[in-house]
Structure formats: C-alpha cells, structure tokens
C-alpha cells in the first residue's frame, strides 16, 4: 500500500502527548517529561506525519556527532507501514548533515530490526563485545 507520510525534523515541530502515547503502547514506560528531555538532549529527533498532520511516528539520535551514534525510541503508530517509515526515520537521520561524519551507527531498538536491515544495518560481527548495563530496579 502507498503511504502517505511527510518527514519533519527538529523538536519545535514534535507532538510530545502523541509521542509519548506511541511509546507507551509500544511497551516503554515513558512520561511526557522524560519524552521531552530526551528529545532535548538529542542530537537529532524526526517524526513521521500524515496528510493531516497528525504525527504517526518518532525517532531521535544520540551522538557526539564524530565518532558514535545511536537511534532510539523508533515508534510508528498501529495501522500504518510500521517498516517503511520507519525505515524513512532511520534514513532521515543518518542522511541529516550534522551527523554526516559519524563512524558508527547503533539501534537498540529490536522492534525495528527489519526497518534497521533496509538501512543498511547488521548484526555485529562480534556481539559479545558489547555491553549493556539495564538501569537498576526500584
């Protein structure tokens, strides 16, 4: 099916009660608040929007905008082509020119693995080398 869908960039132009409603139905316990400073503190942050406007999608990278970045909090709302757009939001931020000389691209996102694999993205060669320490309980 065709979609019709329009990127925007930027956090000004971000709905952040839709956001946070898109990552709270796709599992993550996430407040309006913390949706926020997350997207505040990202080096790049794009949404996904129908013809209406209505924003359908989010995606935001964090990166020292040299060596590393990583792609997080990838959400399309339920009934659209979950793996096209996301796939537009990966592109739209390792395509953005403020991350143009990044070394090494990261998702952690395992709902967008075959959104992640159009994009060029693979499973490391060596996956024990990397690490994660999950926030502590309580």
């Known amino acids: 099916t065709e979609m019709d869908f329009t990127i925007k960039s930027g956090v000004t132009k971000m709905n952040f009660n839709k956001i946070t409603e898109l990552l709270t139905s796709a599992g993550k316990e996430v407040s309006k608040e913390s949706v926020m400073k997350g997207a505040l503190h990202s080096e790049a942050v794009v949404g996904a929007f129908d013809a209406e406007g209505v924003q359908i999608a989010y995606a935001r990278a964090l990166s020292d905008a040299v060596s590393i970045a990583c792609i997080t909090d990838i959400c399309v709302?339920?009934?659209y082509a979950q793996e096209e757009i996301a796939a537009a939001l990966i592109n739209e931020i390792i395509s953005s020119r403020d991350l143009a000389?990044?070394?090494?691209w990261l998702i952690i996102d395992p709902e967008a693995k075959a959104a992640a694999e159009k994009c060029g993205f693979k499973a490391p060669?060596?996956?024990e080398t990397i690490l994660?320490?999950?926030a502590p309980k309580g």
Request: charge should be positive; proline fraction near 15%.
């Open 101 to 104: 000389s990044v070394q090494k």
């Open 132 to 134: 994660l320490r999950p």
């Open 125 to 127: 060669e060596h996956p």
């Open 77 to 79: 709302e339920k009934g």
